[in-house]
């Protein structure tokens, strides 16, 4: 699946980070997302629903391919 | 299970019926909203969307486009009037009765209000938001009844369009109850260095046709009034189903409330494990996880796991991010771990008997916050903890 993230929605809560660490990181200085892998492997697939279904601000997108 | 029936078309709701479609459920899904729009996120209504940096269209939480893919029977504007277990079926205030095999309660709450005949703004909808939006400018007078999270926030925001804000405040120092008076006192200095006149011990007794009236009889002037005193579970639909009812829906460590009913987000009165306590969040994080996890429990009763969340909410206000981990209110000790209050960077480690119970951080890097929030998570002594993660602090 294809992953996107709306940087100005994101608000800092990290939750995607524990989710999938593997895909998502924060930002030192104002823990905004940092999308380290926007087509992760299909292995991530639960993971990454979980990180967009937590995120409070729904920051994330995801497109299934 | 070929029948689900979600109440309420927020955060929560629709977490719950994502949950139950992306967990294989695709039998008939009901998701019944009071509010006409289609879900929308709340937290931006006391920052972005009051302070005109955003329009409400950047509100809604999932596009038409992924809404439609859920398949859901979607009914806004028409809220729930009862519930008969016995004949699990929910009726509707138009009318009509939606016969269910699985019920998600994700109702909400709603503002608590003040007595009195002037008007007073609320904020928890977005139609709230925008009729305070319309009313704040430079030199408008608003005065805000509650210096709790949302109440700060709509003060920050306020005097950033040049409001002139009074603060009003029954406790002694702000947010004491809820983060500790000396993380209280660090957010009061900032609003005051704002310039806003923070009153606290005051109580309010009415809301009067030129501002609020205090206990004491006082007159306070205004142009606009905000009451930000909390909030009520909407339950009364509630009232005779049985379900037992008690500063929300009592729900399990399962979030269970009756077999096949779940009660999730702002609603939800549950036992959470984690901490050992009964817990009601009105956290926007929290809407989210519950939903989740009420949805798999009532798909798959079988292999039905604790709801057992490290609970987490933020606050924007002025320059400062507040964010904390944890469950801190009835704590027993604070103790700053890094930084200094001053300075408004720190992190604050909170104890509850013997155990770390939550920390609250202000302008610091997030992976300082994640060792903390798993510590949580481990039920991690607070011995322990300040000695591996804050060595420095020289506590215990």
């Known amino acids: ?65 | 299970m070929n029948r689900i029936l979600v109440v309420g078309a927020s955060a929560a709701g629709l977490a719950a019926a994502e949950a139950l479609r992306r967990e294989g459920y695709d039998g008939e899904l009901t998701l019944v909203g009071d509010e006409p729009d289609a879900p929308y996120d709340r937290p931006p209504l006391s920052k972005q969307i009051l302070s005109g940096e955003w329009e409400p269209h950047r509100l809604p939480l999932r596009s038409p486009a992924d809404l439609d893919a859920l398949g859901l029977d979607l009914r806004l504007g028409i809220g729930a009037t009862g519930l008969d277990l016995a004949a699990r079926t929910v009726l509707l205030g138009d009318g009509s009765r939606v016969p269910y095999d699985g019920l998600v309660v994700a109702t909400g709450v709603r503002p608590r209000r003040l007595p009195g005949t002037g008007h007073a703004h609320v904020l928890r909808t977005l139609d709230d938001a925008l009729a305070l939006r319309d009313r704040l400018g430079p030199g408008r007078r608003l005065v805000i009844v509650g210096a709790g999270f949302l109440g700060a926030e709509a003060a920050a925001v306020a005097r950033g369009l040049g409001c002139e804000v009074t603060l009003l405040e029954p406790a002694p120092v702000p947010l004491a109850h809820a983060v500790g008076e000396e993380v209280g006192r660090v957010l009061s200095g900032a609003h005051r260095e704002h310039g806003v006149t923070l009153r606290t011990g005051v109580t309010v007794g009415e809301v009067t046709d030129g501002g609020v009236r205090l206990a004491d009889g006082e007159l306070v002037g205004a142009d606009e009034v905000l009451v930000a005193i909390g909030s009520v579970p909407n339950t009364e639909w509630l009232a005779d189903s049985g379900l037992t009812v008690d500063n929300g829906l009592v729900c399990d460590e399962y979030s269970a409330a009756a077999p096949g009913v779940y009660g999730a987000g702002d609603v939800a009165h549950w036992h959470n494990p984690l901490f050992g306590a009964r817990m009601r969040i009105e956290h926007r994080t929290n809407a989210a996880e519950q939903g989740m996890a009420a949805a798999r429990n009532l798909l798959r009763p079988e292999a039905r796991k604790p709801f057992a969340p490290v609970p987490y909410f933020w606050s924007d206000q002025y320059d400062m991010k507040v964010q904390a981990f944890g469950y801190l209110r009835g704590h027993d000790e604070v103790t700053v771990v890094e930084g200094d209050l001053d300075e408004r960077r720190f992190m604050v480690a909170y104890r509850t008997g013997d155990r770390l119970s939550g920390v609250l951080v202000v302008g610091l890097p997030p992976r300082a916050i994640r060792p903390w929030r798993a510590a949580i998570a481990a039920r991690t002594p607070w011995a322990e903890a300040v000695r591996t993660l804050a060595p420095a602090a020289g506590v215990v």
């Open chain 1, 1 to 65: 699946m294809h992953v996107e993230v709306d940087e100005p929605k994101c608000v800092s809560a990290g939750l995607c980070v524990m989710s999938a660490p593997d895909v998502f990181d924060q930002r030192d200085d104002d823990g905004v997302v940092i999308l380290l892998d926007s087509d992760p492997d299909t292995a991530l697939d639960e993971e990454v629903r979980e990180a967009a279904g937590l995120c409070p601000a729904a920051a994330i997108r995801l497109v299934e391919k």
